[in-house]
């Protein structure tokens, strides 16, 4: 299988619009080593179909980056479905703009998509009775894509989305990972974890969340009081601790957010990463698994 | 006052995800003479003092492109207020992406508004109770906006989105256009109108809708059958012949869709509207008005 790094930040993307913290200064003057990056997308292919794992805010600008995802004929698509680990507007939004009448196969947990029927412009997508396919995605059971394609969804520690909070009980399918399977290869994506406990150990590759470096990564920074715990995101620093024993060919972060040392190439956190056996996912990137 | 063109596309941008007609074939394939463009949204300055019109789904992309829209400290934007023409999702849809808890100025009518909170993802925009400020745009009041910048409201007959369609009544509120002005300069923003007879004559800089350059645009490529007047836009054919004699220093076209052939800055259509006194709007493009 193909797999095809879209986008490899966590919600606001790399640098954040509004965000003049050392990292994003760094990354818009060029003074940085470090490389700007879109919000968390991965495109995954067995022949001429394709899934897209989340749909980012920027899925315009990433499917316009890597010409196999593009129309081969006048109105058309190769993307056969799209998978979503959780509702956050940053794995979501991008569907909004995948309309234009063109069908669509959304794959998600029955609480996903409660939570996105609560928004008025899902009627964009539901133009005509065959545009917009639900597929719902059960815990622990595999299910076939396309091709030889396969996948089991797996619950994950996480929360209900921030604009949710308010009025949505949490539910063991507000965030999952998912394991892709083509014949003996497996892809582990699970951009989002409080914790890593539940995560599969049995992968040729994993993309693991990497959205903050330590715990207490943003209140040092003075950019906020909530900790990486609070935003269920168990630290890069932690996972590459316990995570030591893991066998696994390939080991990369994503969904890494812009205050992350990670980012900055020539940094001590990159280093121990990198060191650990852990690559820092970068958009455009691509693994053959 | 000065005036950025963020993105000069009709919805779907330029090219289209999932259209492959010669415009997109071609711009993909750096064989046609023709620009790729985000969509639709204007950026309009006095001083530091920034407003955006519209707020398109690329709003991340358009603001790192744009150095002056850039924060100048960890949590911050020159971002004084966001002004909206329809609730139409390539108009709106960006919203949602400028989130992280900064305080945002939304200009809309009560129409527009009362669309947009048909969604629960406007939470994320509400994290706190000052997070998210209406600011209402009553036709034909002015009202000041920052600096010296002050906005006219007036209508313009349009559609209901899309998506509000089989909920919503249809009002004079749904689509409107912006005179911006600045002491005795006047901008006029009109990226959608189904006729032209309300459009304000006395502008200085005219942004005029560009959707489509014939009634029969779609039908004839094969692409659809509803014609520029079904879904609100007026042909830029016609609208060069009934403003010929409009005495407007600049004039230009925004809100192109793909499949218009005044992309192609080689085409015929192009001649016309240049021979005519026209620009064919572009991203990147300053004005001074």
């Not at 205050?259 to 940094?267: A, G, H």
Request: proline residues 6%; hydrophobic residues 40%.
């Amino acid at each position: 299988m193909r797999v095809r790094l879209l986008g490899t930040a966590a919600g606001g993307g790399f640098p954040q619009w509004n965000c003049g913290c050392a990292n994003c200064r760094g990354v818009r003057a060029g003074t940085l080593a470090a490389r700007a990056r879109t919000q968390d997308s991965v495109a995954v292919g067995d022949g001429g179909d394709w899934f897209l794992l989340n749909c980012s805010p920027e899925v315009r600008q990433q499917l316009e980056s890597f010409a196999p995802l593009q129309p081969r004929a006048p109105r058309d698509s190769p993307i056969r479905g799209i998978l979503l680990t959780n509702g956050d507007l940053d794995h979501c939004l991008g569907l909004f703009s995948l309309r234009e009448a063109q069908p669509l196969v959304v794959y998600t947990t029955p609480a996903v998509r409660a939570g996105l029927e609560r928004n008025a412009m899902l009627q964009t997508l539901q133009r005509s009775r065959d545009q917009l396919m639900w597929k719902t995605l059960i815990l622990d059971e595999e299910q076939p894509l396309a091709g030889e394609l396969l996948v089991t969804p797996f619950a994950l520690p996480g929360n209900v989305p921030l604009h949710l909070k308010a009025t949505v009980a949490p539910s063991l399918e507000d965030n999952i990972g998912l394991r892709i399977r083509h014949g003996e290869r497996r892809l582990i994506y699970a951009p989002g974890a409080a914790t890593i406990d539940a995560l599969p150990r049995d992968a040729d590759c994993l993309l693991l969340d990497g959205t903050f470096w330590s715990d207490d990564e943003l209140i040092r920074l003075g950019l906020g009081e909530r900790r990486a715990s609070d935003m269920a995101h168990f630290p890069v620093r932690e996972s590459i601790a316990q995570l030591k024993a893991m066998n696994t060919r390939q080991k990369l972060f994503t969904h890494i957010n812009n205050t992350n040392p990670i980012l900055v190439e020539d940094s001590p956190e990159r280093r121990a990463v990198e060191a650990a056996g852990w690559r820092v996912g970068e958009d455009h990137l691509e693994l053959t698994i």
